[in-house]
């Protein structure tokens, strides 16, 4: 129980008491002979003065009484040393799974208010198969006792049973062998009724089941010194801008340690102390895609480390060669230019079909394969989880496409999308693939013929119409042919004159003739 003021746990406080279980004669003896020397017979018998709270024959909450029972009950003196005692009785028991303590916030009253709910005892098999609490009880008792404890609770089966040689069979019938349920008619009101009266809590849980993360998950973790503690703080009645913070982190799966980090950003929190959902959603997507390309590496360097594990065994023992699969006619690929002279269309499909996709990529470069076409396959067969032949027809179609001359390039996005279109459409067999990039070929073909079209009709709107003859008038152009001589004296004379009458004509204002 953590308490940091003694103040906030008196005699004066109330409680209540809940539990969902009732105790057999198995519990009442594991609660006596295993939890009681491990918490001591004080804390035991605080358990079961609590357990008596609530009627023996019924389950759910007591009533809301004063602490001051607890107190007078166990003859605790209601003062500091007796608080003491009592909270350091029920932290043993919330430490070996006994009980669980809630403290609730009053807002009528500005007080506090405490839950006692109680668990029921583990059975001797759970018990003995829980480590840490085995290894207190041999501490407590001893391992010789420990082993004496555990053979008293079983009872051995018949000396019969032992042989190997007997068969066991379950003969027994199931429920609708036996019962028949009328499931065409639904029963709302029962269902509604068996709602309300249901003792289980459910607010501890999100809505797909998942535990919800807390205020304090958050306040335990979160740094003193950080300048949001005081929004932070604010947040333990706000329910709201808590269920708004756990449908970020169920959306990005978010621990409370990463809450904490987020929350403690600058621009999380509005000057108000309210959360900015926008922004926190912005970080919280930014830290789950940094998680996902983490996994992504951890995944692929734990497949290698499997491969060559694997490998190292095959060497050791017998190698296991699996069946080669052949290939239907009507499933042929054509083979790319760069492998006519090495082998023929029958060759060549056997090999989509059988040989990995990093043999295939050795084959299509002469050297070594660049690592980050290397790396890409790599993804795709490890996270995307695409057949072998599945990538060798893909790497068929991307190097076929390359090497037709065409502008695409292989690039990371390039090669992601293809292989995120065939997961898609669930591309899992060789059949499948060729039928997939013989679409893919007649889709471009399409489309590049349509393109092709389009520039055509767009030159031929450039050339003349009416026959080639243009719409604009003809204008002549003169040309020297070399016939044209020198000006005579007396044809320059006549030119001059002609020329200063028209000038003396402009003086005049006379218009001119011409």
Same mark, same amino acid.
């Given at each position: 129980?953590?308490?940091?003021?003694?103040?906030?746990?008196?005699?004066?406080?109330?409680?209540?008491?809940?539990?969902?279980?009732?105790?057999?004669?198995?519990?009442?003896?594991?609660?006596?002979?295993?939890?009681?020397?491990?918490?001591?017979?004080?804390?035991?018998?605080?358990?079961?003065?609590?357990?008596?709270?609530?009627?023996?024959?019924?389950?759910?909450?007591?009533?809301?009484?004063?602490?001051?029972?607890?107190?007078?009950?166990?003859?605790?003196?209601?003062?500091?040393?007796?608080?003491?005692?009592?909270?350091?009785?029920?932290?043993?028991?919330?430490?070996?799974?006994?009980?669980?303590?809630?403290?609730?916030?009053?807002?009528?009253?500005?007080?506090?208010?405490?839950?006692?709910?109680?668990? $029921? $005892?583990?059975?001797? %098999?759970?018990?003995?198969? %829980?480590?840490?609490?085995?290894?207190?009880?041999?501490?407590?008792?001893?391992?010789?006792?420990?082993?004496? =404890?555990?053979?008293?609770?079983?009872?051995?089966?018949?000396?019969?049973?032992?042989?190997?040689?007997?068969?066991?069979?379950?003969?027994?019938?199931?429920?609708?062998?036996?019962?028949?349920?009328?499931?065409?008619?639904?029963?709302?009101? =029962?269902?509604?009724?068996?709602?309300?009266?249901?003792?289980?809590?459910?607010?501890?849980?999100?809505?797909?089941?998942?535990?919800?993360?807390?205020?304090?998950?958050?306040?335990?973790?979160?740094?003193?010194?950080?300048?949001?503690?005081?929004?932070?703080?604010?947040?333990?009645?706000?329910?709201?801008?808590?269920?708004?913070?756990?449908?970020?982190?169920?959306?990005?799966?978010?621990?409370?340690?990463?809450?904490?980090?987020?929350?403690? *950003?600058?621009?999380?929190?509005?000057?108000?102390?309210?959360?900015? =959902?926008?922004?926190?959603?912005?970080?919280?997507?930014?830290?789950?895609?940094? #998680?996902?390309?983490?996994?992504?590496?951890?995944?692929?360097?734990?497949?290698?480390?499997?491969?060559?594990?694997?490998?190292?065994?095959?060497?050791?023992?017998?190698?296991?060669?699996?069946?080669?699969?052949?290939?239907?006619? *009507?499933?042929? @690929?054509?083979?790319?230019?760069?492998?006519?002279?090495?082998?023929?269309?029958?060759?060549?499909?056997?090999?989509?079909?059988? *040989? $990995?996709? %990093?043999?295939?990529?050795?084959?299509?470069?002469?050297?070594?394969?660049?690592?980050?076409?290397?790396?890409?396959?790599?993804?795709?067969?490890?996270?995307?989880?695409?057949?072998?032949?599945?990538?060798?027809?893909?790497?068929?179609? =991307?190097?076929?496409?390359?090497?037709?001359?065409?502008?695409?390039?292989?690039?990371?996005?390039?090669?992601?999308?293809?292989?995120?279109?065939?997961?898609?459409?669930?591309?899992?067999?060789?059949?499948?693939?060729?039928?997939?990039?013989?679409?893919?070929?007649?889709?471009?073909?399409?489309?590049?013929?349509?393109?092709?079209? #389009?520039?055509?009709?767009?030159?031929?709107?450039?050339?003349?119409?009416?026959?080639?003859?243009?719409?604009?008038?003809?204008?002549?152009?003169?040309? #020297?042919?070399?016939?044209?001589?020198?000006?005579?004296?007396?044809?320059?004379? @006549?030119?001059?004159?002609?020329?200063?009458?028209?000038?003396?004509?402009?003086?005049?204002?006379? $218009?001119?003739?011409?």
């Amino acid at each position: 129980m953590h308490m940091s003021n003694l103040h906030h746990f008196t005699e004066h406080h109330r409680y209540c008491v809940s539990r969902e279980f009732g105790l057999s004669a198995i519990d009442g003896r594991m609660l006596g002979s295993v939890y009681q020397p491990m918490v001591g017979a004080f804390a035991i018998s605080l358990y079961r003065l609590l357990f008596e709270h609530v009627p023996a024959e019924s389950i759910g909450y007591s009533g809301v009484e004063q602490q001051r029972r607890l107190f007078m009950t166990l003859g605790i003196e209601p003062n500091e040393k007796g608080r003491k005692s009592l909270i350091d009785q029920a932290s043993r028991l919330e430490a070996v799974g006994l009980l669980q303590t809630c403290r609730i916030y009053v807002q009528e009253t500005d007080d506090y208010m405490y839950e006692y709910e109680l668990m $029921p $005892p583990l059975s001797p %098999t759970d018990f003995f198969a %829980t480590q840490h609490l085995t290894l207190l009880l041999r501490d407590k008792i001893g391992k010789f006792a420990v082993l004496s =404890l555990r053979e008293q609770f079983w009872s051995r089966e018949p000396e019969e049973w032992n042989h190997r040689s007997i068969g066991k069979e379950n003969i027994s019938l199931p429920f609708y062998d036996i019962f028949q349920l009328n499931t065409h008619v639904i029963d709302y009101e =029962l269902e509604q009724a068996l709602a309300e009266v249901a003792t289980s809590r459910q607010s501890g849980q999100s809505e797909a089941g998942e535990p919800a993360i807390g205020y304090s998950d958050i306040i335990l973790r979160f740094p003193r010194e950080s300048v949001n503690r005081m929004h932070v703080e604010k947040l333990r009645f706000d329910h709201n801008q808590m269920g708004v913070i756990n449908y970020v982190a169920r959306k990005y799966k978010l621990s409370p340690q990463d809450v904490c980090r987020l929350l403690d *950003e600058d621009g999380i929190f509005s000057p108000d102390g309210e959360v900015i =959902l926008d922004e926190l959603q912005h970080k919280a997507s930014q830290h789950f895609r940094q #998680d996902m390309k983490r996994q992504e590496k951890r995944e692929i360097a734990a497949a290698k480390v499997i491969s060559i594990r694997a490998n190292s065994v095959e060497d050791k023992d017998e190698p296991m060669v699996s069946p080669e699969q052949s290939v239907e006619m *009507e499933y042929y @690929v054509e083979v790319p230019p760069q492998f006519l002279s090495k082998c023929d269309v029958h060759q060549y499909n056997m090999m989509l079909r059988n *040989e $990995p996709y %990093t043999r295939l990529l050795q084959t299509f470069f002469p050297g070594a394969v660049p690592g980050q076409l290397m790396d890409m396959f790599e993804k795709i067969d490890l996270n995307y989880k695409l057949s072998g032949e599945v990538i060798n027809v893909l790497i068929h179609y =991307l190097m076929t496409m390359v090497a037709s001359g065409g502008d695409q390039r292989m690039n990371r996005n390039f090669v992601e999308a293809i292989a995120s279109n065939m997961l898609v459409k669930q591309i899992n067999t060789y059949e499948k693939a060729v039928r997939y990039i013989r679409d893919q070929s007649k889709v471009k073909g399409k489309a590049s013929s349509a393109g092709s079209a #389009d520039k055509a009709g767009t030159r031929s709107r450039s050339y003349p119409k009416n026959g080639g003859r243009s719409g604009k008038p003809e204008i002549q152009i003169a040309v #020297d042919d070399g016939q044209a001589g020198a000006v005579s004296a007396e044809e320059f004379a @006549v030119m001059m004159k002609k020329a200063a009458e028209i000038k003396a004509g402009k003086k005049k204002g006379v $218009p001119d003739a011409t």
